[in-house]
């Protein structure tokens, strides 16, 4: 109930492409569906993140993609960029406290040039 | 603007030796995380605070304890240090109403 599933674990995309990582969860009592971008040695850091009211949002280069009925939700890497390589780390939470959080195991992103 | 600050960046411990990580904040946060990370499995709290003087166990508290005197800073403790406990370990922040994780770049621990 409390799990969130990622996949895929890596990708690698030539610079340019689209760049897709999924993710599942159960609990349908999740409200906030944030995704954090991670580079070699630093902390996470919040990339973008969702409520369930909408079903897309868009930030740049970078969309979610929210299915309620299928509780899943992804993220698009438009024009993907050297840059971009990193891992990404899904999460759900009932409310946007830390404590409440369950993060997806972590996708190995790599933008070859 | 220093954010969220983790000391040490690097340790090796042996079995059974104990130690404290240091995570401060600049930024009036009320709310601190301790996380830890191991390949496979994202972030897993360990423990939390959501003010000074106050601590709450998260999902993996055992051989941990933790410690908020001054609002800025929030400790972790290992006590006897088990193999098991080898893992990158993340400060983050938080201020109420809804704003985002601040997280520390950081502290690998490695027990032998």
């Known amino acids: 109930q409390q799990q969130v599933k990622q996949s895929p674990q890596s990708l690698i995309v030539q610079k340019g492409g689209i760049s897709i990582i999924n993710c599942a969860y159960e609990?349908?009592?999740?409200?906030?569906f944030p995704w954090y971008q991670q580079f070699p040695g630093k902390g996470p850091a919040l990339l973008i993140a969702?409520?369930?009211?909408?079903s897309e949002k868009k930030e740049g280069r970078f969309t979610i993609s929210f299915n309620k009925s299928a509780k899943q939700f992804s993220l698009h890497i438009m024009d993907s960029q050297p840059g971009d390589s990193a891992t990404y780390f899904c999460?759900?939470?009932?409310?946007?406290?830390?404590?409440?959080?369950?993060f997806g195991p972590g996708t190995r992103l790599s933008v070859l040039p | 603007n220093a954010g969220v600050t983790q000391t040490p960046k690097f340790r090796v411990l042996k079995t059974g030796q104990s130690m404290t990580l240091l995570c401060a904040q600049d930024?009036?946060?009320?709310?601190m995380y301790w996380y830890r990370q191991d390949p496979g499995m994202g972030l897993r709290l360990i423990h939390y605070?959501?003010?000074?003087?106050?601590?709450a166990k998260g999902e993996v508290p055992d051989g941990y304890n933790v410690s908020r005197l001054k609002k800025q800073n929030f400790l972790l403790g290992l006590e006897s240090a088990a193999p098991s406990q080898t893992s990158v370990y993340f400060c983050?922040?938080?201020?109420?109403?809804?704003?985002?994780?601040?997280f520390g770049n950081g502290t690998r621990l490695t027990v032998t």
């Open positions: 930024m009036n946060h009320e709310y």
């Open positions: 605070s959501v003010g000074e003087g106050t601590t």
């Open positions: 969702i409520r369930p009211d909408v």
């Open positions: 999460a759900a939470s009932k409310d946007n406290y830390g404590q409440n959080f369950v």
């Open positions: 983050a922040s938080r201020a109420p109403l809804g704003s985002p994780l601040h």
């Open positions: 609990n349908t009592a999740f409200d906030y």
